[in-house]
């Protein structure tokens, strides 16, 4: 199951409320975080994301593996919670290359993008914390070894 991330942050053009993500308010997001309902959480470029907590526990707790898509702030903190959790850091093929994606899908300004790259430079200094590295250089091949990855680690439990 993929965990599906609460946001404040603006929805982008495309993205559907419950698919991509579960867009509330600041207010709302500050009242659950107060009440333990983030497995995790952080706040990024100034915009909160957090994990809702019901979900991801009552998967693992009958048995199913949870795929959750957050930031290093966020992997940290699941793992030095004690979770058993597998970390995949996905590395672009270059900050150039990451740079012409986020141009390419049109949802931030130059301000945006620089911020963003600068953070995933940022973000690279921890690939020592993660157990699996996998360069997002062609998507199949990415795919391919996330799974891989995936079916090693279920084989060794």
């Known amino acids: 199951m993929r965990s ?7 929805r982008r053009r ?4 419950g698919r991509d993500y579960f ?17 995790e ?12 907590r019901d979900c991801v526990e009552e998967h693992i707790n009958h048995g199913g593996d949870v795929l959750l898509s957050i930031d290093v702030q966020g992997a940290l903190k699941v793992k030095h919670r004690g979770f058993k959790a597998v970390l995949i850091f996905i590395l672009p093929p270059s ?3 990451l740079k012409r994606r986020l141009k390419r899908r ?15 430079r940022e973000e690279m200094s921890f690939v020592k914390e993660y157990n699996y590295l996998v360069l997002n250089d062609k998507i199949k091949t990415a795919l391919a070894k996330l799974k ?10």
């Open 148 to 157: 891989e990855i995936i079916w090693l680690e279920r084989r060794a439990e």
């Open 95 to 97: 900050l150039r290359e």
């Open 41 to 52: 959480w952080a706040r990024v470029l100034g915009s909160f994301y957090g994990t809702p």
């Open 106 to 120: 049109s949802t931030e300004g130059d301000r945006e993008i620089a911020q963003r790259l600068k953070l995933a």
């Open 14 to 17: 495309g993205e559907r409320q």
């Open 4 to 10: 599906i991330s609460a946001t404040t942050r603006r």
């Open 23 to 39: 867009f509330i308010s600041t207010k709302e997001f500050l009242k659950r975080r107060r009440a333990g309902r983030f497995l």
